[in-house]
C-alpha cells in the first residue's frame, strides 16, 4: 500500500482544521479513477466516497437551508439547495479549497488537463465530504462543510445574481406551453433620459403572469420573469401549466 500522508494532504487538513484518523480515506477521496491504471496498487479511486458525499452534503444544506429560511416553501428551498450543489459550484469550492493541487491523477488525464476538469472537482469534493463523514461523525463534517461554504445567503446571492432568469422560465414553461408562449410587454417608460424607469410584464398565452421594473428593458424583463417564477414555486404542484 502507497504512503498515505504527504505535504499536499497535511496542508489540506490543516486547511480544513480536520486531521484524519484514518488518512487512507483522505488519499481514496483525492485519488481519480485514472490513477488505479498507472498504480493499481493504490487501493481505491474516489467513486464510493463520492455517491456518499453527495448524500451527505444534500443534508447538511437541507437541513441548514431549513433553519435560515424559515419561512420558505418547499420548492424555493429544493431551488436553493441545487444551486449549491450543482456541478459548476461544486467545482469553484473545490478550487477554492485547492483541492486541484491534491488530485492524484493518471499520467494520461494528467496529460489532457484533468485537474481543471468540472466533472473531477466535483467528484472530489464530494468524496472529501464521505471522507469526512465516514472518518468522523456527523457533526465533524457538517462543521467543516459549513466553514467552506461560509455565509450561505451571500453565497446565494452571488449565485442568484448571475442566473438567467428569462432562460429559466422559457425552460419551464416551453415543454408544456411551446417555444412562442411567453411574451414580453413593455407597460410604461418613465423617468429622465439619463435615468429611465421601464415597467415590463410578462405574458403567457395573452395572460400577465409576472410583471417587474428596471433601469432599462432588459433589467425590467428579469424582474418580471423572477416575478413569473415566484408564482410558479409557490404553486402547490409546481407545474408551469398551472399558468396557462
Known amino acids: 500500500m502507497a504512503e498515505t500522508s504527504s505535504p499536499t494532504l497535511d496542508g489540506l487538513q490543516r486547511r480544513l482544521g480536520y486531521f484524519f484518523r484514518d488518512p487512507s480515506l483522505l488519499r481514496d477521496a483525492v485519488t481519480h479513477p485514472s490513477y488505479l491504471q498507472d498504480h493499481p496498487e493504490s487501493g481505491a479511486a ?12 444534500q443534508l447538511i444544506l437541507t437541513r441548514k437551508l431549513f433553519q435560515i429560511f424559515p419561512q420558505e416553501r ?7 439547495r441545487s444551486s449549491l450543489t450543482k ?17 492524484l491523477l493518471g499520467a494520461g488525464e494528467e496529460s489532457t488537463g484533468g485537474r481543471s476538469k468540472l466533472s473531477a472537482l ?13 472518518d468522523g461523525d456527523f457533526a465533524s463534517v457538517e462543521r467543516v462543510v459549513l466553514a ?12 442568484e445574481n448571475v442566473e438567467n432568469p428569462k432562460g429559466r422560465l422559457q425552460e419551464l414553461i416551453q415543454p408544456v406551453h411551446g417555444n412562442r408562449a ?32 428596471g433601469s432599462s428593458k432588459k433589467l425590467a424583463e428579469e424582474a418580471a420573469a423572477r416575478a413569473a417564477l415566484d408564482v410558479l414555486e409557490k404553486s402547490e404542484t409546481k407545474e408551469p401549466d398551472r399558468l396557462g
Open 46 to 57: 474516489n467513486q464510493r466516497l463520492e455517491f456518499l458525499g453527495d448524500a451527505v452534503l
Open 74 to 80: 418547499e420548492g424555493r428551498l429544493s431551488k436553493r
Open 87 to 103: 456541478g459548476s459550484f461544486l467545482a469553484q469550492i473545490a478550487l477554492e479549497m485547492r483541492l486541484d493541487a491534491c488530485l
Open 122 to 134: 466535483e467528484d472530489v469534493f464530494e468524496a472529501l465530504v464521505g471522507a469526512l463523514f465516514l
Open 148 to 159: 467552506v461554504y461560509g455565509d450561505l445567503e451571500a453565497r446565494l446571492a452571488t449565485v
Open 182 to 213: 411567453l411574451r414580453y410587454e413593455v407597460l410604461h417608460v418613465g423617468g429622465a433620459d439619463h435615468a429611465r424607469d421601464f415597467e415590463v410584464a410578462v405574458l403567457l398565452n395573452q395572460r400577465p403572469v409576472g410583471q417587474g421594473r
